[in-house]
């Protein structure tokens, strides 16, 4: 199975903050990574696809690069709202697998 | 829109079966795989599988290993219905279980139901 590994596990930031939160693969992912945010008691949501697409209806200030192994999501100016946990997930191979998690919360 | 609506809670005892239903609208049921994700208190995402409803293929499905020969997941076209069940039930199967629609090939998730609470309990 692909491992995926994120950084950090949980961080707090300020309104207007940038937050970053990094994804590592166990091996080369190339494009092959989505990234998804879930609030609490709710269901995840797909936020970004094919590494940097940005999903339909995702505000702009979310974003996300990498390729290869190492993947970074970008909040360019957190808001209350995104309070959440963030998740990496890969589909180069099966299973499909997630990182752990990064939960955000507010300062 | 697209949804996804599934089933209620359920608690069982441990060694029993249980089956969740996932009942799509707002599209074609046909055209999009149903991949099952559970998700324990506290806990990560776990990936258990997914199945092509599309009646050309009788329903392909595909399992992560860890679930091979416990879990089933099948579908009724005619309600545009997906079903997971789970069987033989341990302790650590209590989780939150959801369907998801995958993208082309399950490569990603765009719809998520709303997640069915499952309680393995003596």
């Known amino acids: 199975d692909i491992q995926m590994t994120q950084s950090p596990s949980s961080l707090s930031a300020s309104v207007g903050d940038r937050v970053t939160i990094t994804c590592q693969a166990s091996q080369d992912i190339t494009k092959f990574l989505n990234w998804y945010q879930q609030k609490p008691g709710k269901a995840p949501n797909l936020l970004i696809y094919d590494a940097s697409n940005l999903e339909t209806g995702v505000p702009s200030r979310f974003s996300a690069s990498g390729s290869g192994t190492d993947f970074t999501f970008t909040i360019s100016r957190v808001q209350p709202e995104d309070i959440a946990t963030y998740y990496c997930q890969q589909y180069d191979g099966l299973p499909r697998t997630f990182g752990q998690g990064t939960k955000l919360e507010i300062k | 829109q697209v949804q996804l609506a599934q089933s209620g809670a359920e608690v069982k005892k441990p060694g029993a079966s249980v089956k969740v239903s996932c009942k799509a609208s707002?599209?074609?049921?046909?055209?999009?795989?149903i991949n099952w994700v559970r998700q324990a208190a506290g806990q990560g995402l776990e990936w258990m599988g997914w199945?092509?409803?599309?009646?050309?293929?009788?329903?392909?499905?595909g399992y992560a290993q860890k679930f091979q020969g416990r879990v089933t997941m099948t579908r009724n076209t005619s309600i545009s219905t997906a079903y997971m069940e789970l069987s033989s039930l341990r302790y650590e199967d209590t989780a939150v279980y959801y369907c998801a629609r995958g993208h082309y090939s399950s490569y990603w998730f765009d719809t998520w139901g709303q997640g069915t609470l499952v309680t393995v309990s003596s």
């Open positions: 199945m092509n409803p599309n009646s050309d293929t009788a329903g392909y499905t």
């Open positions: 707002g599209y074609t049921f046909t055209s999009y795989d």
